[in-house]
């Protein structure tokens, strides 16, 4: 059985823009924060990962910085965009270690667990 996925609308209510191709990002490895039921994570918010994020995300058990090159995947360096699981964005937020957000990127599904104003009080990008 395929993934299926909800496209299509970010948290500012217009389409969804890309998060990253390069490192290729989201659940489907499509380049955008789509989801779907498939996604029990929700990997719906786009950030621009911070070296602050990454020792923060270590220390809580999911080490993002070093390449597992079986999966495909390179490790993420400061600067880089991905789209992250929802929950633990709001966990960083809570412990004050939250990256930025690109909203546009950002998947509407990503406020089941974090709520827009703090989103948008971490926005990269203008409204």
Same mark, same amino acid.
């Given at each position: 059985?395929?993934?299926?996925?909800?496209?299509?609308?970010?948290?500012?209510?217009?389409?969804?823009?890309?998060?990253?191709?390069?490192?290729?990002?989201?659940?489907?490895?499509?380049?955008?924060?789509?989801?779907? !039921?498939?996604? @029990?994570?929700?990997? =719906?918010?786009?950030?621009?990962?911070?070296?602050?994020? +990454? %020792?923060?995300?270590?220390?809580?058990?999911?080490?993002?910085?070093?390449?597992?090159?079986?999966?495909?995947?390179?490790?993420?360096?400061?600067?880089?965009?991905?789209?992250?699981?929802?929950?633990?964005?709001?966990?960083?937020?809570?412990?004050?270690?939250? !990256?930025?957000? @690109?909203?546009?990127? =950002?998947?509407?599904?990503?406020?089941?667990?974090?709520? +827009? %104003?703090?989103?948008?009080?971490?926005?990269?990008?203008?409204?």
């Amino acid at each position: 059985m395929y993934a299926r996925r909800v496209e299509g609308t970010s948290v500012l209510g217009g389409p969804l823009l890309p998060c990253s191709v390069a490192p290729i990002t989201g659940f489907f490895r499509d380049g955008c924060c789509n989801t779907g !039921p498939e996604d @029990l994570g929700s990997h =719906t918010v786009c950030v621009e990962v911070t070296a602050a994020f +990454l %020792a923060f995300s270590q220390r809580a058990g999911n080490d993002l910085a070093t390449a597992v090159p079986e999966y495909g995947f390179p490790g993420l360096q400061p600067g880089d965009r991905w789209c992250l699981c929802a929950p633990r964005w709001e966990q960083a937020r809570r412990a004050g270690c939250a !990256p930025p957000v @690109l909203l546009e990127a =950002t998947h509407l599904g990503a406020l089941e667990h974090c709520s +827009l %104003a703090d989103l948008r009080a971490h926005a990269l990008d203008a409204e």
